[in-house]
């Protein structure tokens, strides 16, 4: 089992990129052979429209057409039995380089013809959200409806989909350094040591179940 995890935020070694190694770990140790792939170190654009991936018998028919450093990458996870797609909120969304990942990554197997007639390989896919808005704020700024929204896309193209978040995330080692006296260093600080590695517990476990079922 082939198992791609697809990095969409520009710092390594912090929240989404521990989490992600943390999945990519969990379905290692249950067989599967895993690979990280970094956005941010790729040069790549979102769709440009050019509708190759949908020309009645065309070459590109039911992929993307573009030529960049993306191409490899939408390659393997066309292959992979399952995919996570990592990054943090911006602005309550996902990077721009995990946005442009996704138009390439799905709008390839649209079919405007019969929406329901998919032209995408079945496989299990995860969204791994971090975030420093709380849980408790969510309903307030709507995300789980896009949480739901992306999850129910991901779930009609290839069948499975899994969400996992983990909110109030540590963004920096020395907030006294920045413009950041709103948050509360000492309790976020707190919960990075008490509550992340749950969520890094949590992120382990479900690689494991990405391949065991």
């Known amino acids: 089992m082939k198992v791609i995890a697809i990095n969409g935020s520009p710092r390594k070694n912090w929240n989404t990129d521990t989490l992600l ?25 979102g769709c440009i429209s050019c509708m190759a991936c949908k020309l009645k018998g065309g070459k590109s028919l039911g992929r993307c ?40 990554f799905v709008f390839q197997y649209h079919n405007y013809d019969d929406y ?21 704020l969510h309903e307030e700024y709507h995300y789980k409806d896009r949480f739901r929204q992306d999850e129910e896309l991901l779930r009609h193209f290839f069948k499975h989909c899994t969400t996992l978040y983990s909110t109030e995330t540590l963004q920096v080692e020395d907030y006294g350094r920045y413009h ?34």
């Open 116 to 136: 329901n007639k998919l032209m995408s390989p079945p496989k299990k896919t995860v969204l791994l959200y971090t975030m420093n808005m709380p849980e408790a």
């Open 21 to 45: 190694t943390k999945v990519l770990d969990g379905a290692s140790s249950a067989g599967a052979e895993t690979e990280m792939v970094y956005l941010y170190d790729l040069n790549f654009k």
């Open 65 to 104: 057409a573009m030529k960049d450093d993306l191409t490899p990458v939408l390659d393997a996870v066309h292959e992979a039995d399952a995919v996570i797609l990592g990054s943090p909120l911006y602005w309550h969304v996902v990077t721009g380089e995990m946005r442009s990942f996704m138009e390439r």
């Open 180 to 213: 950041m006296g709103r948050f509360d260093e000492k309790a976020l600080k707190l919960r990075h040591e008490q509550v992340f590695p749950q969520d890094c517990q949590k992120a382990f476990e479900l690689g494991v179940s990405l391949v065991r079922g």
